[in-house]
């Protein structure tokens, strides 16, 4: 793959703050990279770096090789789709898709006809024909998320940046638009970088999933990697979808309250977080015994909340927070167990993931 974008060494504070901090990332070329991390990680300050409308204190953004930091943001050819679609009100569809063309420094282009043509390619392309005379403020959330990439994309960006593009709009309309974005980058094969601080949205867009905690890249890997082998207790933590118990490995087993989990692999003795998905949790009768290589503690069922395709139990765990056992209703079936109850909730032992502190 082509090198197209590389950061290295990339420093930001605000009052002494630090944003950002010794942060570096290479980009391929049409690659699609989610980039997940908590409120305040610096995901925006990372896009906003990359873009010119900030200056890092130290490092170097490169594209194409060449270094792009003393280069005003407008002649980088770097396309951004902001959090709230910044679209112009006043101005119609079209005039707002037409606008980025008209106004770049790079090449601006004069002829109506070409300026009319390649806004009507955009908007076949962003599922918007019919709809360019219309007002912005005529058209639907969805639609203004579109109006918003037809606008970036008709300036033909070498990298498109999005800050959390589909953060306003609600679930159903969010689901629709992570395909259509997945087929508008197929299709044009161009490179994103799509910020975000939802997981689930993270590992369904990115090639590869970048999760950024204070300020670093603290893991790049392809979605399925990082949902199976987080690399820390705080990237297990970001997934969201980790059980994550604290406590001390020693004499082959991980301890907390009363519990003795046994480890198959060796493990640093001392301080240590325990974490098991959610979904390799599967609960048995009260006094059921584990399983050949299965481990496992009692819970008191607390509730089961169903979303959709699968259903999340809550049990009271003692020394922990409630244990999350996700069902997924395409290959299991819905249970129903009695509130206060004690169950034994297991899972394979070798599917846990220790790591010290
Ligand atoms: N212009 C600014 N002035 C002062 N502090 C700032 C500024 N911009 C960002 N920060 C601080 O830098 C840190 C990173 O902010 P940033 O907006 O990049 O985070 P984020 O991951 O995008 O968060 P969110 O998901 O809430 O948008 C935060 O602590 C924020 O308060």
Redesign the pocket.
């Known amino acids: 793959m082509t090198l197209l974008l590389e950061l290295s060494g990339i420093a930001k504070s605000?009052?002494g703050?630090a944003?950002l901090a010794d942060l570096s990332l290479a980009v391929g070329a049409g690659e699609y990279i989610s980039i997940l991390?908590?409120?305040?990680?610096?995901?925006?300050?990372?896009l906003?770096v990359i873009a010119g409308f900030e200056t890092p204190d130290a490092g170097d953004v490169r594209l194409d090789g060449r270094s792009i930091l003393a280069m005003p943001a407008h002649e980088r050819g770097i396309g951004f789709v902001f959090?709230g679609f910044a679209l112009f009100p006043h101005m119609s569809v079209a005039d707002n898709v037409g606008f980025g063309l008209r106004n770049r420094s790079r090449s601006p282009v004069t002829d109506e006809a070409e300026i009319r043509r390649r806004v009507a390619e955009a908007l076949e392309l962003l599922g918007l024909t019919g709809l360019g005379a219309r007002a912005v403020s005529q058209v639907s959330g969805g639609q203004k998320q579109r109006v918003a990439l037809a606008r970036t994309l008709v300036a033909d960006p070498k990298i498109v940046l999005l800050?959390?593009p589909l953060g306003a709009l609600d679930a159903n309309l969010r689901e629709r638009m992570m395909i259509e974005l997945k087929r508008i980058q197929s299709q044009l094969g161009g490179t994103f970088l799509h910020?975000t601080?939802n997981e689930q949205e993270a590992l369904a867009m990115g090639g590869r999933v970048a999760v950024?905690d204070q300020?670093r890249i603290a893991q790049i890997s392809p979605p399925q990697t990082l949902y199976n082998q987080p690399g820390s207790v705080r990237v297990a933590r970001f997934l969201n979808c980790y059980n994550i118990f604290q406590g001390i490995v020693g004499d082959g087993a991980f301890r907390f309250t009363d519990a003795a989990l046994p480890l198959p692999g060796a493990a640093a003795t001392g301080a240590a977080a325990y974490c098991i998905r959610a979904d390799k949790v599967t609960v048995a009768e009260g006094e059921a015994p584990a399983g050949p290589g299965e481990t496992g503690i009692a819970g008191r069922f607390i509730a089961g909340e169903y979303s959709g395709a699968r259903v999340t139990y809550l049990f009271d765990v003692a020394g922990s927070r409630p244990v999350e056992v996700e069902y997924h209703l395409s290959h299991r079936r819905p249970r129903s167990f009695e509130a206060g109850r004690r169950y034994a909730l297991r899972w394979p032992a070798a599917d846990a993931l220790v790591f010290p502190g």
């Open positions: 605000y009052g703050a944003a991390g908590p409120s305040g990680s610096g995901k925006s300050t990372m906003r959090q800050d959390e910020v601080g950024l300020g």
